[in-house]
T-cell receptor, first 111, second 114 residues
Framework: AQSVTQLDSHVSVSEGTPVLLRCNYSSSYSPSLFWYVQHPNKGLQLLLKYTSAATLVKGINGFEAEFKKSETSFHLTKPSAHMSDAAEYFCVSGGYNKLIFGAGTRLAVHP | DVKVTQSSRYLVKRTGEKVFLECVQDMDHENMFWYRQDPGLGLRLIYFSYDVKMKEKGDIPEGYSVSREKKERFSLILESASTNQTSMYLC?????????????FGPGTRLTVT
């Protein structure tokens, strides 16, 4: 069965420092993988998606993620955090009719 | 611009009441979904629909039902609300032929059952 594990429930960084949000997946086949972001009182917004075309995926707002099959990981990174990046981030595995969500990582950004 | 709207942002209901949550999408999408979001649990799928009048159970359908009479509208029904159904409810839609399976989400309805 598919599952997604986000390794940190909370991450705190200083503005201008790198961001790393970790995600591991399990799947018996090559999955589609996504990162979604949810700002307070807002709906979920797609940050980026992996579709097997390229292992390094670039998304919006300077985020990117690398698919590593050998490690079954899809970690989200950003070189320099901005205050507006404070939000909850979800790693998601997708199939034809279903999305499997991780539990979420809340990112705090301090001045 | 893609749009999924939900009828209420906040709702307070009493135990035992029948509750309707409405979702409308304007993208002519075939697929629509209802999730609930709880802290530490991420989003869990309640029901989905891939066509008018069609529905499929998700991971946690107990205590819920759905209705899809028109393509653009998908309703979630709590027949007799209970306090353990206090949660954030999110609606989503996607195109049938979307690859990969990308869903668009509404802003959510925060339901409190007292």
């Amino acid at each position: 069965a598919q599952s997604v594990t986000q390794l940190d429930s909370h991450v705190s960084v200083s503005e201008g420092t790198p961001v790393l949000l970790r995600c591991n997946y399990s799947s018996s086949y090559s999955p589609s993988l996504f990162w979604y972001v949810q700002h307070p009182n807002k709906g979920l917004q797609l940050l980026l998606k992996y579709t097997s075309a390229a292992t390094l995926v670039k998304g919006i707002n300077g985020f990117e993620a690398e698919f590593k099959k050998s490690e079954t990981s899809f970690h989200l990174t950003k070189p320099s955090a901005h205050m507006s990046d404070a939000a909850e981030y979800f790693c998601v595995s997708g199939g034809y009719n279903k999305l499997i969500f991780g539990a979420g990582t809340r990112l705090a950004v301090h001045p | 611009d893609v749009k999924v709207t939900q009828s209420s942002r906040y709702l307070v209901k009493r135990t035992g009441e029948k509750v309707f949550l409405e979702c409308v999408q304007d993208m002519d999408h075939e697929n629509m979904f209802w999730y609930r979001q709880d802290p530490g649990l991420g989003l869990r799928l309640i029901y989905f629909s891939y066509d008018v009048k069609m529905k499929e159970k998700g991971d946690i359908p107990e205590g819920y039902s759905v209705s899809r009479e028109k393509k653009e509208r998908f309703s979630l029904i709590l027949e007799s609300a209970s306090t353990n159904q206090t949660s954030m409810y999110l609606c989503a839609s996607s195109a049938r032929l979307a690859r990969p399976y990308e869903q668009y989400f509404g802003p959510g309805t925060r339901l409190t059952v007292t």
